[in-house]
C-alpha cells in the first residue's frame, strides 16, 4: 500500500467535519495561486459581495454536515 492510499483509508474514518477542514487546510496549504476561470471568478466575488453585504445568510458548518451525516446514517 502507498503512503497516498494510507493516508486516504486514514482520512476515510474522520468525521464529516473533521474531513471537511482537512480538505480545507490541503487546498489552504497549496501555493495559494489557485487561478479560476474568469466566469468562476466573478461568481466566488459575487457570492463574497453579497456575504458581506448581510444579503446571503450563511449555515455554519456544523449544522451542514450534522444534517448530511442524518441523511446518509
Do not use: C
Not at 4 to 14: C, M, R, S
Not at 20 to 44: A, C, N, P, R, W
Not at 65 to 73: D, M, T, V
Amino acid at each position: 500500500m502507498t503512503v497516498l492510499q494510507e493516508i486516504e483509508n486514514k482520512a476515510f474514518t474522520l468525521t464529516l467535519p473533521e474531513r471537511g477542514q482537512l480538505i480545507h487546510d490541503l487546498i489552504v496549504g497549496m501555493d495559494g495561486k489557485t487561478k479560476y476561470s474568469g466566469d468562476f471568478e466573478k461568481e466566488i466575488q459575487k457570492r463574497i459581495k453579497k456575504i458581506k453585504s448581510g444579503k446571503a445568510v450563511g449555515i455554519p458548518a456544523v449544522d451542514v454536515f450534522s444534517r448530511i451525516e442524518a441523511k446518509h446514517r
